[in-house]
């Protein structure tokens, strides 16, 4: 749990957390579409050194944010298995003799991995250089349009802000469950199936508790400084655009055009 990075803001003094919050937002959307682009290894190499240079711009490291690729490891193993099991295109790679392995399936495996980790970087580089209360804001700015269509977009944002904020909060609250369970005899990782859901459920109730708690505790905070659901609100502090907002935007957008130009090129490579 320890390895989450999701959500967790670091107060750096860099160029991207400098950026408006709703470029940043804007970025993502364009990444996360970059990323699902039929464009090959080539292409997501390509994406993959946008985000380096992102990181490097951010003053983040890569070390940070290889922490949140730990918690996908079975995810990918369990994508390799259930490919290998129905994938039977290609050559073979591997014969067992019970069982062969096909290059098809390692390759489409390897896709959903590379996409899964590209994804994991950017959300992770959103979360962690931008604050709660400027990507509530940014959110809102660029729901505005909806509220013609009489969707409110502030309660929308603010529900969008509280849980990216609470993930770290409620990771470490489980943290601590498991540390006070553990000290009374629980143990999640040995034992037989059902020893393992009765410590599974040990774990799950108090954590419910804890977040209804939680969710009480944040309403009457809200309620006391006089937060209205659907009034009109007023902002203290106001976002604005500059040349490097601009440019940067700008540098996504080519880099996704590129992609979907020469996409099926590098696709055949």
Known sequence: MNNVTLGKYLP?????????????????????????????????????GFLLIA????????KYVYKSFKPII??????????????????????????????????????IAIRLL??????????????????????????????KLGMRTHDLAMMISLALRFIPSLLEE???????QASRGVDIENGNFKEKISAIL????PLF????????????????????????????KQLHLNWKDVITLCASLVLLVFLIVVGPKLNAL
């Open 118 to 147: 590209l994804m994991i970087v950017v959300t992770t580089l959103l979360t962690a250089t931008t604050k709660p209360l400027d990507l509530t804001l940014g959110i809102e700015d660029l729901l505005t349009p909806f509220e």
């Open 202 to 205: 040990s774990l799950i109730v």
């Open 55 to 62: 990181l490097l711009a951010s003053k983040i490291s890569v």
């Open 209 to 236: 508790v804890s977040c209804f708690q939680r969710a009480d505790d944040l309403a009457d905070a809200m309620e006391a400084r006089g937060y209205i659901v659907g009034g009109k609100r007023v902002r203290y």
């Open 174 to 180: 489980a943290q601590r469950i498991l540390k006070a």
């Open 12 to 48: 750096l003094d860099s160029f991207v957390h400098k950026l408006d919050p709703r470029i940043k937002i804007c970025i993502m959307v364009v990444l996360m579409v970059a990323v699902f682009l039929p464009c090959g290894f080539w292409g997501h190499a390509i994406v993959g």
């Open 74 to 111: 079975f995810t990918m193993l369990f994508l390799l298995v259930i490919n290998v099991l129905v994938i039977r295109t290609g050559d073979v790679l591997i014969d067992f003799g019970f069982i062969s392995i096909y290059t098809d399936a390692v390759i489409q495996t390897l896709y």
